[in-house]
């Protein structure tokens, strides 16, 4: 670092510590906020209230910090854990300008990927509606903190679970560090994942109901499909090399195809719910399992070391869950190859 971008660096900070003040992170905080209970079969879930709290997104971390005042609110903030001394917010501070609006706000943000990625944005973002479902309901016009609204699916789910409210959509976008009159949201002891059969299946029924309205059943009802990632494949994202051998086989085995970027939110839920069997490579698009009927197949391609979330989101829903792992991986491109034998063992 040259020594101007340093000085200008020191300079920034000091600033803006005159302004934000030095930073307190404390785990006693519950006379910094409110708090209430709300049950999903036997799990608990606590709504906490905190009048003219803050909310700070460090995107170099990627982490959401709620905080009253110059305290940071440890237990309420997402993605935090233990906050060592080289944390970026508290070796750099806040080095922005606190947006302050006069307005209470319920917020459903959520740490990791949410703002742009479907597993997150299902199985994390979601459920939060449903769990602050009473506070929702109190008022005509409704001011909610999102992690993002500009993905159709985003839209389109929010605005299947909130009807006949004027709503006003904040996300980061704009601004990273926003204090309001007072912040509503949920706790979730799971971090990224709501693995609740209760709150899950509450959020199924609701999103199906809804696309039952939209859409006949009839034409989303395929048996047995495959989710291709033909549309990864464009993007240079997680794929199948043998992809096309794979869909080969299936399709005459009675599967249909489907790349699932080319259906809406209630699109995709109706034709999970309506079949019986999923084949799937490791991804998002997997996340359409939360709309599956109990006893559902569901076999996923995978590797030992990827992530085993659909197993056990599959045992929380209740699904009849298989893997099958991949004989090849090439890391240059991100790409498995599975043999036709492995499938026809399981199908």
Known sequence: MSKIRRIYKNTLRYFFLSINKKLIVKNKINKYFSSSNINFGKKIYKIFTI??????????????????????????SIDVGKISKNSNILKFGITKF???????????????????????WVIDVLPRVIILQNEIKKNKSLNLLVPNYFKNYQKESLNTLIKN????????????FMQFKKIILS???EKFEY?????????????????????KKSKYTYKKIFISRADAN???????????EIENYLIKNGFQKLVLSNYSFLEQALIFNNTNLVIGLHGAGLAN???????TKIIEISLLKWPDMYK??????KLAYKKILATEYHDAKDQVTISVSKIKNLL
């Open 165 to 176: 409210k004027k709503v006003n959509f904040i996300n980061f976008s704009k601004y990273k």
């Open 187 to 189: 706790s979730n002891n």
């Open 312 to 317: 056990r989101l599959s045992n929380c829903l």
């Open 98 to 120: 606190c947006k302050r609006l006069n307005y209470n706000v319920i917020s459903i943000v959520s740490g990791r990927d949410a703002k742009d990625n479907y597993y997150h």
């Open 289 to 295: 399992i939360i709309f599956c009927k109990k006893k």
């Open 51 to 76: 009048e003219n709290g803050k909310i700070y997104m460090d995107a170099s971390e990627n982490k959401y910090f709620y905080m009253f005042k110059n305290i940071i609110l440890q237990k309420l």
């Open 195 to 215: 693995f609740n059969f209760s709150l899950l299946s509450n959020l199924k029924n609701k999103v199906l109901v809804e696309a039952n309205k939209r859409y």
């Open 234 to 244: 464009l993007k240079y994202k997680r794929n199948l090399k043998n992809n096309l």
